[in-house]
């Protein structure tokens, strides 16, 4: 295996120009989707799913941008921020959709990132909610590769950031993180990431900024790290991620346990049953 | 006009589900059902042959027959990619429980069809009685494993229901089974079906309001929308049901109404669950609140250490 790389997005440098969108959507043939006015401020993409594998969010908050010791939250006034992230697949060192996935179509690429191979996943849906981000979708839109009598069907398989698994073969960057104009979206090895964003928290941090916090960064979390991650300005759920996630194959030993005493009571039950009475 | 501004520390973003809701369709809840049906008659039918109850042995082999014919047609059926079905059996993988279950169903399946086509030309006697044994030494996790999968998943209301949810399923897979077989069997050879029903029914119930009593807030989807009524629903039809079996089950139309309503009522208890799941993934507060609260106890903790 080579090093492991990822992405590690510095949200106080986005400016919402949704290049990673467009980028990401041209170099990987992602199709539209449903496209609307969400009143949601600049944000009408909704979420990441199947067909959009870069999302960027967009809060309007009355919260000033640097918070000056300890007499800033009486002089808020008629400060405004404007928060804006370019969410993407976290990549985990622990991947949910990975260990659930029947057909072992999701799998850890040479680089550390998880990937779906298109030519073995058969649509069983697994991978959906098993994520605790809610990253991965399956594609209803039309499919020009199905075989008869499936033919103008819909894709019916999941699709998600594959961090440009081909661009990466090539030795290139992503295509989000080349297209990024303020480098919000930064491509490397892991490592080097992480170091270079906790440079840049303490740094946000001594300018007094408000609410900054890196997400994902630690190894120890519930998903072993991310492979992706990001400096936020506010708690997490602000931006429609969860605060604690948890890979759930981790309880899943304890699961097993429990079925197989659960199995037993029913195999003592029918027992009980047939030679429990009289006929 | 209304504004989107809001103020710091929000606790969702817009009101959208943190996470995916699944794709799954109607056939998976029955196939919830139908699985359970086929697991646990593969047991029935064994201890009904060793009881020497062969009327009732028959009754459970052709029952779950049925339900292992139906049910890897639904699970097909539900495939984004069906005419993939075959790349469940490219891996075994402990880590998913649907691939377990895959190959669970599969020699379920094998071993039901094998013992049914020995029992029709009645030929190889010990052969059958081999492959009734498989079917119903693999009985038993086929009529739980779902319960795993659903809760191997990050959707809180089955996630956080993991200690109940397989005794939930497994006394649902008996009251079914049971259920099933005093549908199409003569009152005199189904004492044990009915005795299982009953049973089946009562442990059923109680698992259900230990987990909805555990869970407390992150089991509100039990008890709302489509997934409360159709957990009130499981619970008048199973225990009517269940009384009826019980009270007047030796009589053939009460065994049929009993039976019916039994049945009923376990297709509306997995499908309850299965909707409750959606209804949790739907709602940030469910993802969002106990994740917070979690990080605020180790926060606390950190503190007085």
Redesign the interface.
Known sequence: MTERVGFFTDTSVCIGCKACEVACKEWNLVPQHDVGWTGDSYDNTNALGSEAWRHVAFIEQRAPIRVDGETAEAEVGDALRWLMSSDVCKHCTHAACLDVCPTGALFRTEFGTVVVQEDVCNGCGYCVPACPYGVIDRREVPSVDRPAPFTGGPDGRVWKCTLCYDRLEGGHEPACAKACPTDSIQFGPLDELRERADARLAKLQGEGWNGAQLYGRDPDDGVGGAGAFFLLLDDPEVYGLPPDPVVTTRDLPGMWATAVVAAGALVVGVAAAVFGGRS | MS????????????G?????????KPEIPLYLFTGGVAG?SG??GL??R??G?ERLAKSSLYVGLAAEMVSPALLVS????????L??F??F???????VG?WVLAVSGGATTTEAVCDLLGILPRFKLFAAGVSALV???L???T???L?????PA??EA??EL??V???S??ASA?AAAALVTPP??????R??AV??VL?ENVAMTLMERRLGFVGEPYHQGAAGTLTRVAKAATLGGAAVLALAGRRRAAAVLGSALVLAGEVALRWSVFKA?FQS?RD?KY??GP??E??SARAADARTR
Do not use: I
């Open positions: 504004s989107v501004t809001t103020e710091r520390g929000g606790d969702s973003y817009y959208r589900p943190v996470l995916k809701e699944p794709v799954w646990a047991l029935l201890g009904a060793m009881a109850n539900d495939l984004g990619r069906p005419e993939r079905a790349n469940m490219r891996v993988k402990v880590t998913s429980p649907m691939s895959s009985g038993g996790p009529s739980v494993y319960a795993t999968l809760s191997n998943t990050a959707v089955w996630h993991r200690h397989p005794f399923f497994g006394a897979a008996g049971g005199w050879a189904a004492g044990s079906a005795r299982l049973g089946g442990a799941g993934a940030p993802t969002v994740q917070r979690r990080l």
